[in-house]
């Protein structure tokens, strides 16, 4: 089970913005503790939460709850493991336990959630902070989606798979780098039902059809994490639908119609096909044609 633990800055910040319930589309066991509670007193935000708290927030006195602390300590270790924190620091090593509002990713997604979901007339001085933003999620959904397989071979090249995989054999495609459609993904954005789910619709080079990619908070965290290295499993697939999306079309982020290499499983290139000039197709083995 996802477990967030929320400050009061955090609680503030998304109330003032009208946007508490992303809170809850996060995480699916939200905690605030006692002493958090007392310091959101007057506003906006006091008078939502006194709407949610006991009901999809809990509350807690973390000094005097012994399970609460060593709760505390299990959400911390779990969420190193899911941001490729190694050493997590225990209770009391540290300066106290770090809230979301902490992560730069969750800053990131939060701004450029903000500014897709906002029209232009209700954005205000703030808006250079939350394209940018938007710019720094778009850098990272790019990198992971370019290294989503694990393998970029030859700066340009990408392992995709149509089908079936096999370990018998990888297919490569010249990756084609796409943009964004800023106005069709702001709009989709608006209209998305499920809170906290952004839409980032992707033109890739020399396509005729869009892309959209749904993103929300958990999905950015792994693509902050296939962008440091890391390669989706299985679970991963399982977790998410927008994950799974990705992965069943990632191979039109590629040029496969111009080039496709195809390798063995230690590496050796097997075949390389390539369109001509006047469209038809050229068949070489290990750099022969």
């Not at 609460?68 to 336990?97: K, P, Q, S, T, W």
């Not at 969750?106 to 902070?129: A, I, K, N, P, W």
Request: net charge negative; with cysteine.
């Amino acid at each position: 089970m996802r477990r967030m633990l929320v400050d009061a800055s955090a609680f503030i910040t998304l109330a003032e913005i009208g946007k508490v319930e992303l809170l809850r589309d996060i995480g699916e066991l939200v905690r605030m503790p006692d002493a958090v509670v007392e310091e959101i007193q007057g506003g906006v935000a006091a008078a939502i939460l006194d709407e949610v708290c006991n009901g999809w927030i809990g509350t807690y006195n973390v000094d005097s709850n012994a399970e609460m602390r060593n709760e505390i300590a299990d959400a911390r270790r779990e969420a190193g493991f899911h941001l490729g924190i190694e050493d997590v620091e225990e209770e009391g090593e540290g300066e106290g336990v770090q809230t979301a509002l902490d992560w730069s990713w969750f800053t990131e997604f939060l701004g450029t959630y903000t500014y897709m979901s906002t029209s232009e007339d209700g954005l205000d001085s703030e808006e250079h902070e939350l394209e940018q933003s938007a710019r720094t999620l778009n850098k990272t959904l790019t990198q992971a989606l370019k290294g989503w397989s694990g393998d970029v071979i030859d700066g340009d090249y990408i392992e995709f798979v149509d089908g079936i995989k096999t370990p018998e054999y990888r297919f490569l495609a010249k990756w084609a780098n796409p943009r964004v459609n800023l106005e069709v993904s702001r709009e989709r954005t608006r209209r998305e039902p499920t809170p906290g789910q952004l839409w980032f619709v992707l033109e890739p080079e020399g396509a005729t059809v869009d892309i959209p990619v749904p993103i929300n908070f958990e999905l950015y965290i792994l693509m902050n994490r296939i962008r440091k290295g890391y390669t989706p499993n299985a679970r991963d697939l399982e977790r998410s639908e927008g994950i799974r999306l990705i992965h069943s079309r990632l191979s039109e982020f590629t040029n496969k119609k111009e080039t496709v290499r195809i390798l063995d499983k230690v590496g050796s290139e097997l075949l390389r096909l390539e369109e001509d000039a006047f469209g038809g197709v050229i068949v070489g083995s290990g750099g022969n044609r």
